[in-house]
């Protein structure tokens, strides 16, 4: 005896809703990538004009705090990645108090944009010893570059 069954026919799904999420996840990646790649042009910021004596000041003030930092040095007080923390907001506080630029708010790249080579090149040499664990930058000749830089701002 045979037994003849008919089989029910596959389930099959719309293929609206599945055309309509591939869609969305396309137009989602393309966003995404899109948003990720748009480059953010800023204007530069505006540096305020300082009058020599008042510039004269401010170098006093900021080498004064180098000298603090290279005793300290000098004596084993501070170590040498602490003296390089030091010695980068120290330069860049110096930059805002002349520029009205706040650089301890910008990044290495945001720098470079600014279109300041000697301080790039400073916070450069500044950030491996600073982030490492372990320093190994010459300290010395960074506090002497730095308050070079200082007393030849104009």
Not at 25 to 45: C, Q
Not at 50 to 77: F, G
Request: net charge positive; aromatic share 12%.
């Amino acid at each position: 005896m045979q037994d003849f069954t008919e089989l029910q026919p596959p389930f099959s799904y719309s293929i609206y809703p599945i055309i309509l999420v591939i869609i969305l996840l396309v137009l989602l990646t393309i966003y995404f990538f899109m948003s990720r790649n748009k480059k953010e042009y800023k204007a530069l910021p505006e540096v305020k004009e300082i009058n020599l004596k008042d510039l004269n000041v401010i170098k006093r003030k900021y080498l004064k705090q180098l000298e603090q930092v290279s005793t300290k040095v000098d004596n084993n007080a501070i170590s040498t990645r602490i003296a390089y923390q030091k010695i980068s907001i120290i330069v860049r506080s110096f930059v805002y108090e002349v520029t009205n630029i706040k650089v301890s708010h910008y990044t290495l790249r945001d720098i470079k944009k600014l279109n300041m080579p000697i301080l790039y090149e400073l916070i450069e040499e500044y950030y491996a010893p600073e982030f490492s664990k372990h320093s190994s930058g010459d300290i010395k000749d960074s506090l002497e570059k730095t308050r070079k830089v200082i007393e030849r701002w104009n």
